[in-house]
Structures are given as structure tokens and as C-alpha cells.
């Protein structure tokens, strides 16, 4: 009996216990409830939180080629703890498409055909949230009538060292050509413009066509950069009082349109069989190590061309040592230094070779000539004093003719009626022959 009531106890206390400790927990299981399902909530997207367009959204040509496109936040825009930004599309001339948290953007891009961008606000660290709808905005493409802008515009540039200032120890020059727009007036003319970074130059120095309308353009000094990465931009327009003029703009990369010069002082010496090439690099405003080289070697008596690629300013070439070797550089600014470029022009040839290392041939030609010469002049005279070439080849006499037996007979028959009888013979002969004339007594 006492050991029945020790049990009932026992479950009693703990069916009490068990009572208490859910009484506790029930708190904290709804505490964790409750925070479960407001995360839920949190993470599930809000249809109720719209991202709102931009507004006052503008486009404006600040400079030759540059643009700047500015809009504002939407103030209607629900304030939430999520950061926004912004997604740009440029629509024309080119498309192109980035993001941005800033308020406005520059571009550097052309102007003639006009310029078309769109903008919407984005969520920029959750992607669950739905962008807002796009807003547009456009710049027209400048007035003028078709077919009179100018058409194949081309640029290059060059560099040549500065003298005059250790501040900019190389200059760079511009050079650009243009045809005339086919439904341009004869009386239209056109100017150039050419940006790089802030600064801006009008052309002064012009080539002019037989109407005396401009057709190029040179600057001889600019503030272009030429190790630069900026983008040279280059603007035409023009007037004429029969018809407006449509401009024309074009951007070039300095890379495309750098004409490197050749490589300096190219020398050439050959020690037997070894052929020893070196130069300077261009003038240019990069360093050593940042050109790449051709070598080109002909035999001008084989009649065959040998080139080398190589990075240093040294070529040394096994030779037969018996021919002579025209040799040219060229240059072209390295990939490791800018994007790559078309090489520079073949330095002028150099010969070296049979030629310089063996004059006496030349010498010997001449002795050889000047010899046979002197011997047959001698001779020449020996003939002459000894009458050996009568001797060697005697005149053949001519026949007699008719008319000269005549003459003999008439003159015998005369001389027969004297004492003595003498008979004389005469021979005539033509006029440029000789006389002969012999007598017998």
C-alpha cells in the first residue's frame, strides 16, 4: 500500500513539472513564431513597393563629341532601407548599356546622327525588387541638307621632338583630309575643329580644292598627348548662301591614326662573314622598351629579301660575305605599352657589303680598260711609221678600161715619127684615185 501512494506521487510531481515547463516555453515559442513569419515576410517581395522612374530626365552637347545626360530621384519614391541606382541605355547612335548610382553621366560619343538614351531606377543590393519603368530623352541630330557634309575624313598624327621647352620635350601634329559632300554648293566652305581632353583648337593652316574650298587641314603643334588614351575627336562643319550646311563629327583612337617614325640612325658594318645592324628608337614619347622592330635584309646579287622580328635595337646575321646587302628598319609602338598600331614607315636603305668592303675591283676594272686602250694606241702607231698595214693588206689595182688603151695607142702613134721612139703611157683615173704614170725609153 505505501509503496502504491510513493508512486502516484512521483507521477504527480512530475505531470506538474512537465505543466510548468510548458507554461514557461509557451512564451518563447511564440516569440520565435513571430519572428519566423515577419523574416517570411520581409524576404517575400512587396508588391506594395514600387521603384519609381527618374524624373527631369535631359540631354545636352557640352563640348565637340561629349554629351551630358542628368536626371533626378523620383520624390514620390517610398523611403525603405534599400539603396538605389540606376540603369542607363543609349539607344543611338550606337547602343550601349550600364549602371550608375550617380545623378548624371558624360559621354563621349558623335553628334551628326542625333543621340537617344532611356534611364530607370533599379534596386542596387536586392535584385528581388522589380526595376521601374524607363523614361527617355533625345537630342536631334543637327539641321542641314542632305549630302552636303563632307565625306572620308581621315586623320593621322606624328610626333617631332621640341626643341624649344624640357617641359614638353615632343610635339604632336595633326593632319586631316575631307572630300566635299556631293550636294554641297560650289560656294561652300568648310571649317575644322578637333578636341582632346579639355582642350579645343580651330584649324588655321587649310589645303584648298580648284573652287578654293577646303579640303585639309594641318596643325603643326596640338595639345594632344600622344602616349594619351583619350579619344581625339574631330568636328566639320561649314557655310555656303545657297544652302545650310550639315556637320559632320568623328572620334579616332590616337593608336589607329599615330604614324610612328622610323628608327634613327641605322648602321651597318660587316667583319667577315658576320653582318652587325643597330639604330635608335623613333622619336617618340615612349620609352626604349616600348617598341617592337622589323628587320629587312636584301642581297642585292641573289636578289632575295630576308626579314627579323625582334624587340631589341641589335641584328647580327651570318653572310656570305661575298654579295652586297641593302638594309631597312621599321618600327611600331609595343602592345605592352598602348593598344597596337600600324608600323612606321621602311627607314632609308643602307648598303654594305662586296662593294665598300672590296673597292680594288673597281680600280682593276679601270687599270684593265686604261691597259688595252694604251696597247692598241701603240700599235696603231707602229702601223703607221712602218707602213705595216699597207704591207699587211696592199691595194688592189683597178682594171683597165677601154678608154685609157685608146689613149695609149694615139699617144704611141705620135711619139713613133721622131728619131727616137719613146712610147709613153698614160693612165687617167677617176677623181679621188691615184695617178700612176711610167715611162719607158
Not at 519566423?36 to 520581409?42: C, E
Not at 561629349?66 to 539603396?83: A, G, I, K, M, S
Not at 534611364?119 to 525588387?129: A, E, F, G, I
Not at 704611141?412 to 691615184?434: F, H, L, M, N, R
Request: net charge negative; with cysteine; charged share 20%.
Amino acid at each position: 500500500m505505501w509503496s502504491w501512494l510513493s508512486a502516484e506521487y512521483s507521477r504527480g510531481k512530475q505531470e506538474h513539472r512537465r505543466r510548468q515547463d510548458v507554461i514557461i516555453m509557451a512564451p518563447a515559442s511564440l516569440i520565435l513564431l513571430a519572428a519566423t513569419v515577419i523574416l517570411q515576410v520581409d524576404l517575400l517581395p512587396d508588391k506594395k513597393f514600387l521603384l519609381l522612374p527618374p524624373v527631369n530626365f535631359t540631354i545636352k552637347a557640352i563640348n565637340l563629341a561629349q554629351v551630358l545626360l542628368r536626371w533626378e530621384p523620383n520624390t514620390d519614391q517610398e523611403q525603405r532601407n534599400v539603396q538605389l541606382g540606376y540603369h542607363v541605355k543609349i539607344n543611338a547612335p550606337q547602343e550601349e548599356d550600364y549602371e550608375t548610382r550617380n545623378t548624371e553621366s558624360r559621354r563621349i560619343t558623335i553628334l551628326h546622327k542625333g543621340f537617344s538614351a532611356s534611364v530607370q531606377t533599379v534596386p542596387w543590393n536586392d535584385r528581388s525588387l522589380q526595376p521601374s519603368s524607363w523614361v527617355s530623352a533625345e537630342l536631334k541630330a543637327p539641321p542641314g541638307s542632305p549630302g552636303t557634309s563632307i565625306v572620308n575624313l581621315t586623320c593621322t598624327t606624328n610626333t617631332k621632338a621640341n626643341n624649344y621647352t624640357h617641359l614638353r620635350p615632343y610635339q604632336v601634329s595633326l593632319h586631316c583630309t575631307w572630300l566635299v559632300g556631293k550636294g554641297a554648293p560650289e560656294d561652300t566652305q568648310y571649317f575644322l575643329y578637333y578636341r582632346y581632353g579639355s582642350w579645343t583648337e580651330e584649324c588655321q593652316e587649310y589645303s584648298k580644292d580648284t573652287l578654293q574650298r577646303n579640303i585639309a587641314c594641318w596643325f603643326p603643334r596640338t595639345f594632344i598627348n600622344s602616349k594619351g588614351r583619350d579619344s581625339l575627336a574631330v568636328y566639320v562643319n561649314g557655310s555656303s548662301e545657297e544652302a545650310a550646311i550639315k556637320p559632320f563629327d568623328e572620334l579616332f583612337a590616337l593608336h589607329a591614326i599615330d604614324r610612328v617614325n622610323p628608327p634613327a640612325k641605322v648602321t651597318a658594318e660587316i667583319e667577315g662573314t658576320c653582318l652587325s645592324i643597330q639604330w635608335e628608337k623613333p622619336v617618340s614619347a615612349f620609352p626604349v622598351h616600348c617598341f617592337d622592330y622589323e628587320v629587312k635584309i636584301y642581297n642585292t646579287r641573289k636578289g632575295y629579301f630576308q626579314t627579323e622580328k625582334m624587340t631589341t635595337n641589335t641584328f647580327i646575321s651570318i653572310i656570305d660575305g661575298i654579295s652586297e646587302y641593302s638594309i631597312q628598319v621599321r618600327a611600331a609602338v609595343s602592345s605592352a605599352c598602348r593598344a597596337g598600331g600600324p608600323s612606321s614607315e621602311w627607314s632609308q636603305p643602307i648598303y654594305v657589303g662586296n662593294n665598300e668592303q672590296k673597292p680594288w675591283t673597281k680600280w682593276f676594272l679601270i687599270a684593265v680598260t686604261a691597259t688595252i686602250c694604251f696597247i692598241l694606241l701603240i700599235f696603231s702607231l707602229i702601223c703607221r711609221i712602218c707602213h705595216l698595214w699597207t704591207k699587211l693588206f696592199p691595194p688592189v689595182p683597178a682594171p683597165k678600161s677601154n678608154i685609157k688603151e685608146f689613149f695609149v695607142t694615139i699617144n704611141y702613134e705620135k711619139t713613133c715619127s721622131g728619131e727616137t721612139e719613146i712610147e709613153v703611157i698614160s693612165y687617167a683615173e677617176e677623181d679621188g684615185s691615184e695617178t700612176l704614170e711610167d715611162s719607158v725609153f
